[in-house]
């Protein structure tokens, strides 16, 4: 057994007196081997040296017994040396590795007493005192262990205590139990920062109170800084659920007083707080409390989820209530029992549960309402909750009237005053719903539009009651304004109730209520201020114009639409123009005051409202006047409209000129067409042209025409063109006509192959379209050449077939064709 083998100091080495105190070894534990290392010890007895390298020898040859022999020996006369002890105890804590402290106990007290008498000299080498605890921490000797433990840490500087608590910490948390928390309360007074474990432990074993209490301690540290990341308000959830989970076991703690500090500091949590603090209220027993709690919160919360999330509490709280008192009475009734005070509990529960349900409306539109007093639309909402509750009507209106800020209300505050008085119209009480009308003008409204809306009700209030002079009154009151009003409508400085004269809605409300129930006088008055404030708009002008048409006043209705010219510019007065000349010409004015009249409108006209005013001016001609004025018209309608429009004004022009002065007479109109249209444009007009010259006869002329506009017209884009030309040439051309028109197609080509404009904008064409492979575009460019080349290389007496089997081929004339060809050219025909 190691046990055996082990030798002490005392039995390991007598003290001889005679020899002057020096020892004398027992000659058994020492061979022959070992003479030469007893001597050198001999020779130099305070030396470090020879005991080493006796020891290292040892180490080697010699057996356990043989080596602790030599340790202890070698301890003894140099006690204080650390590396003796050290390697000394290392030597004896490997001797019993991997045996049963239980079991083999004794021996383990072997080595503890050797660390003992180690550490009475070397109490200051912490190496030593972790040693010796981690080898207790492997006995089962918690009391040992523990006040070793502290001995340490009073030997020890308090520098040196962190490699203590490494291994004191583990432990107490095996330990457990009051141990593991007195452990733990003197760990927290060197280390505050690790109060974390500290809690979760009180918790795991139960010491609720105590946790409750560390966490109000970290909580009200403002240095304190989570190890797990936790936010502040992290731990205090914690807090307040361990509070509500074990609201029995937590004793002498303020728990409303700190649930209420939270429900302050953490505004977006309210919800969840005020559940807490009536759940703990429930735990409690204390269920008043609790109900209690859950009113406040309802009734002082700011968000819908808030609410939702207490009331939602708080009806699942009534309900178990009911239900418990609902299994009580039946088991009352199953035993035939009776007990009257529970029966009546039971109601009152069951009215106040109902009430509370019929509450949540209102306590929803509570919310709301605190959220934001100013949401006029939340207000009508509470309003229509009260349904006939007249009384509570009144009250609502009048506390949200005093409650909204006109310039913050979300929503149509004047709408809210207008229901306020319609309630009162309805019960029959005009003299307050006037009180109240007349109260709402006076309100600073944040918009004019609101402070005119409040004063048509107001006259619609009195119309609805058939009093129509008081509504005109009101109306007159509203819109009373200086003489000449400098007032800028748009300036939001200035109060509404002085801008709201020149509110444009309020004023043809008044028109049309005074054209209802007013004179033609009034109404001309009324509408005669419109345009002195100067805020007609063009449906004023043309409804001021009609009244004055209808009654006959045509004069002034002309007058009317002059005026609103003069406020008005294109593009209203491009419409205000036709209705004036349109009535002016149905009316059948004198010729020449017409005329002045499309001479005013045609003058700075902007191109694109032109073509309709000309059209009319010369329709006017045509009908009344004369048709070379007529024509005048027309062609300056040609300079005058726009781009777009001028191609159709040319061309109407010219239908007009010929149908009035024949086809002769476009010549000058189709030159200058051809001169002003764009280049697509002009060479649909040559074709026109041409195709009236031949139909003339003039077949020169028109074979000058279609040269003027083959250079508009590239072979490869405008076919159509050349096709229409070449079938001229064979109706109505010979020999020398075709190849001229032969020469200038060429020409014509060549021209647009060098302009670089036009090669781009094919590429570019030919790049959206669908591409064609390199190759076979190649080839149709060599084909096309070729073919052109043929043609200039005709000789006299032959001439290309215009269509056939192959496209440019040459045939002689004089050989009878395969095929009649109708477009081939007959020269004997011709020469004959």
């Given amino acids: 057994m190691p046990g055996e083998l082990l030798v002490k100091p005392t039995s390991a080495m007598q003290i001889d007196p005679a020899a002057g105190g020096k020892n004398d070894i027992n000659l058994y534990l020492i061979s022959e081997d070992d003479a030469q290392f007893e001597q050198d010890i001999l020779r130099d007895p305070y030396g470090m040296r020879p005991w080493l390298q006796y020891i290292e020898f040892k180490v080697k040859n010699g057996t356990i017994q043989e080596q602790v022999f030599v340790y202890e020996r070698a301890c003894k006369e140099f006690p204080r040396s650390y590396k003796l002890w050290k390697a000394y105890l290392d030597l004896r804590r490997k001797h019993v590795t991997g045996l049963n402290p239980a079991r083999y106990e004794q021996e383990y007290d072997k080595v503890n007493d050797c660390f003992e008498r180690a550490l009475v000299l070397l109490n200051k080498m ?28 009073r030997a020890l500087p308090i520098t040196q205590h962190n490699r203590i608590w490494a291994l004191y910490i583990p432990f107490a948390n095996t330990a457990s139990g009051e141990t593991a928390v007195r452990i733990w309360r003197r760990y927290m007074q060197v280390h505050p920062e690790d109060a974390e474990e500290f809690i979760e432990l009180l918790l795991n074993l139960g010491h609720y109170n105590e946790a409750a209490r560390k966490y109000i301690e970290i909580l009200d540290n403002p240095r304190f800084k989570s190890k797990a990341l936790k936010s502040h308000f992290q731990l205090w959830s914690e807090l307040c659920d361990l509070l509500v989970n074990h609201a029995k076991e937590v004793k002498g703690i303020p728990v409303e007083r700190i649930i209420r500090s939270g429900i302050i500091k953490f505004s977006d949590q309210k ?92 306590l929803l539109n509570d919310v709301l309402l605190r959220q934001n007093p100013n949401n006029v639309t939340e207000w009508e909402k509470r309003v229509a909750l009260w349904g006939a509750n007249k009384q509570e009507v009144v009250n609502t209106y009048t506390n949200a009237i005093a409650a909204v800020n006109p310039k913050k209300a979300v929503g149509e505050f004047f709408q809210l005053w207008a229901n306020y008085a319609k309630f009162y119209e309805k019960g029959g009480d005009l003299r307050n719903a006037r009180i109240i009308m007349e109260k709402a003008v006076k309100v600073p409204f944040k918009t004019v539009q609101e402070l005119a809306e409040m004063w048509i009700n107001w006259a619609d209030l009195e119309l609805r009651n058939e009093n129509f002079d008081r509504a005109m009154e009101i109306m007159a009151k509203a819109t009373q304004a200086p003489k000449k009003s400098t007032v800028d409508f748009f300036d939001e400085k200035i109060p509404p109730q002085q801008r709201v004269h020149k509110s444009w809605k309020m004023w043809s ?18 509408y005669e201020r419109i345009f002195e404030l100067r805020i007609a708009t063009p449906q004023t002008v043309v409804n001021y114009a009609n009244l004055l048409e209808e009654n006959k006043y045509f004069e002034d209705s002309f007058k009317v639409y002059e005026r609103g010219l003069d406020l008005f510019s294109y593009p209203v007065a491009f419409e205000l123009w036709n209705l004036y000349l349109t009535k002016a010409v149905n009316r059948r004015m004198d010729i020449e005051r017409l005329r002045d009249l499309f001479e005013q409108a045609i003058d700075g006209v902007p191109p694109k409202f032109a073509k309709p005013l000309y059209l009319m001016y010369g329709n006017l001609e045509e009908e009344r006047g004369l048709a070379r004025h007529a024509m005048r018209i027309y062609e300056r309608a ?25 086809l002769t007479s476009t010549r000058p109109i189709y030159e200058r067409a051809i001169e002003a249209l764009p280049d697509k444009e002009a060479k649909e007009m040559c074709l026109k042209f041409a195709e009236m010259e031949r139909r003339l006869g003039e077949i020169d002329r028109a074979r000058a025409i279609y040269g003027h506009a083959s250079q508009f017209c590239d072979p490869r884009t405008n076919p159509e063109f050349w096709t229409k030309w070449e079938k001229f040439e064979v109706q109505h051309g010979n020999e020398d006509t075709f190849k001229e028109m032969l020469r200038v197609k060429r020409s014509v080509q060549a021209q647009y192959n060098t302009d670089v404009n036009f090669i781009a904008s094919q590429a570019l064409a030919r790049g959206q379209g669908q591409k064609k492979p390199a190759e076979q575009e190649g080839s149709e460019k060599r084909d096309s050449m070729e073919a052109l080349e043929r043609e200039a290389r005709v000789p006299a007496g032959f001439v290309a077939a215009s269509t056939g089997p192959q496209a440019g081929s040459v045939k002689k004339v004089e050989e009878p064709p395969a095929a009649a060809n109708p477009d081939a050219i007959d020269l004997d025909a011709m020469e004959e």
């Fill in 638 to 662: 040609t300079r005058a409209v726009s781009d777009e429009n001028r191609f159709e004004m040319f061309n109407f022009y010219i239908t007009k000129s010929a149908s009035n002065f024949g």
């Fill in 271 to 362: 919800g969840k707080l005020w559940t807490s603090l009536a759940t703990y209220w429930i735990t409690t027993g204390d269920f008043e409390r609790a109900r209690d709690a859950f009113e406040e919160g309802v009734t002082s919360v700011m968000t819908v989820r808030d609410f939702t999330q207490i009331f939602d509490s708080y009806v699942e709280f009534e309900e178990s209530v009911i239900g418990t008192l609902m299994e009580a009475a039946a088991e009352r009734t199953a035993e035939g029992m009776f007990d009257e005070d529970a029966d009546d509990d039971l109601d009152i529960r069951m009215m106040r549960f109902e009430q509370l349900m019929d509450r949540r409306p209102f």
């Fill in 126 to 153: 912490p190496r030593i005192w972790t040693d010796y605890l981690e080898f207790l921490m492997k006995q089962c000797k918690v009391t040992k262990t523990r006040r070793t433990f502290d001995r340490a840490l």
């Fill in 509 to 526: 409300y008044y028109v049309d209520m005074v054209e209802s129930v007013g004179t033609l006088d009034d109404t001309r008055k009324v």
